[in-house]
C-alpha cells in the first residue's frame, strides 16, 4: 500500500518552469515504479513520465521531451516532475501514480495508486 500526494501546481506564463512533487507514504515506495499522467478538459488521460523504482531508468513522453524531467528520491520517498518552457497546451491536472514499468519498451502499467492531483495552468 502507498499513499500519495501531489503539489506544486500553479499558474504560469508560457515559457516558464514549475516544479511538480509526489510525495507518498508506505514502507514499500521503493518496490513501485512511479509515473506521471495528465488530463486537460475533455481529453483523455496522457502518460507524460515514468520512473523504474530505483531511479535508473526513466522516459518521457515525446510532447514533453526535452522540456520535462522526471526523478525519485527513494530516501524521501517523493518523485518530482520539473517542467521547463512550459506551453499552453501542457494545461492539465497531474497525477502521480505508482505501478510498474518496462524501462526497455517504456511500457508502464498503472496500479489503483494515485494522487489528488495538482493543476498546472500555462498563460500564453
Known amino acids: 500500500q502507498v499513499q500519495l500526494a501531489e503539489s506544486g501546481g500553479g499558474l504560469v506564463q508560457a515559457g516558464g518552469s514549475l516544479r511538480l512533487s509526489c510525495d507518498a507514504s508506505?514502507?514499500?515506495?521503493?518496490?513501485?515504479?512511479m509515473a506521471w499522467f495528465r488530463q486537460a478538459p475533455g481529453k483523455e488521460r496522457e502518460l507524460v513520465a515514468a520512473?523504474?523504482?530505483?531511479?535508473?531508468?526513466?522516459s518521457v513522453s515525446d510532447s514533453v521531451k526535452g522540456r520535462f524531467t522526471v526523478s525519485r528520491g527513494n530516501d524521501k520517498k517523493s518523485v518530482t516532475l520539473q517542467m521547463n518552457n512550459l506551453k499552453p497546451e501542457d494545461s492539465a491536472v497531474y497525477s502521480c501514480?505508482?505501478?510498474?514499468?518496462?524501462?526497455?519498451?517504456?511500457?508502464?502499467?498503472?496500479?489503483?495508486?494515485w494522487g489528488q492531483g495538482t493543476q498546472v495552468t500555462v498563460s500564453s
Open positions: 501514480n505508482a505501478g510498474r514499468y518496462w524501462p526497455s519498451s517504456g511500457h508502464y502499467e498503472q496500479y489503483s495508486y
Open positions: 508506505g514502507r514499500t515506495f521503493s518496490a513501485y515504479a
Open positions: 520512473i523504474s523504482g530505483t531511479g535508473d531508468s526513466s
